[in-house]
């Protein structure tokens, strides 16, 4: 245990400096950028060692390992992201322990975590998720809204009991006009934040940017990076 929390320990400060470097170079403060580490496939211990480390957001994209692992570590002061594509049929186990969604990409459920977050008696912090590849009949399977849709979409969070409408997030593209072009992606991003703030000015979170990209994320102006091969390693292929 010793062992894997010094290898946490040494990739947390690695992409940390990271973070500060980009900062840096795009003239913002260190404080304007959250972690969000993404623990997917990775136990609750490591989890624990993280929060040791001084992580408090962590993110997990699949209910069934996200449930137990948030029970496992309800003693601890994290915040709980969801970052996957999300099924009704999930929404009220996830509405459970998330903090934040931030992958809400479709009316139904928005109607769903609604009343999930009723039933609960907990405020959902929702994200709406972008797909900027949606407008290039090229979308692929990573879920999100095409960005004509994005409104609507918020305006329904908003006016939804138990949801906050927290921001944005996206994914950068594999195909269409952005695909390997992360940056300007992450940019378009934000210029959808910018439209989004008017009407909603506390919508000011957005998540984007990853292991490979968390450099142009930052650059674009992303509050949230959400990392996770960069901190826990490469991930066991799931059978």
């Not at 990775?42 to 989890?47: E, F, G, H, I």
């Not at 459970?96 to 999930?116: C, E, H, I, P, T």
């Amino acid at each position: 245990m010793t062992d894997r929390r010094t290898e946490l320990a040494a990739n947390l400060a690695k992409v940390e400096e990271r973070i500060a470097a980009a900062c840096a170079a795009a003239g913002r403060k260190r404080e304007e950028v959250t972690l969000i580490v993404v623990t997917k496939t990775y136990p609750a211990s490591d989890v624990r060692l993280l929060h040791e480390l001084g992580v408090r957001h962590v993110a997990e994209n699949r209910d069934q390992d996200a449930a137990p692992k948030a029970a496992a570590c309800a003693d601890l002061n994290l915040h709980w992201h969801f970052v996957g594509q999300l099924q009704t049929n999930k929404v009220r186990s996830v509405a459970g322990y998330a903090d934040v969604v931030q992958s809400v990409d479709r009316l139904k459920l928005v109607s769903a975590l609604s009343a999930a977050a009723v039933r609960a008696e907990r405020e959902l912090g929702c994200l709406v998720q972008v797909a900027l590849d949606a407008e290039s009949q090229q979308q692929g399977a990573r879920g999100g809204v095409a960005p004509d849709g994005v409104e609507g979409l918020a305006a329904a969070i908003a006016d939804s009991p138990g949801l906050r409408l927290d921001g944005l997030m996206t994914v950068a593209p594999l195909a269409g006009p952005y695909a390997g072009r992360q940056q300007a992606a992450f940019e378009r991003l934000m210029e959808l934040s910018s439209g989004l703030r008017v009407a909603h000015p506390a919508a000011n979170m957005v998540s984007a940017g990853m292991s490979a990209d968390l450099e142009q994320a930052v650059a674009a102006g992303a509050t949230h990076v959400r990392v996770g091969t960069a901190v826990l390693g490469v991930r066991p292929r799931l059978g």
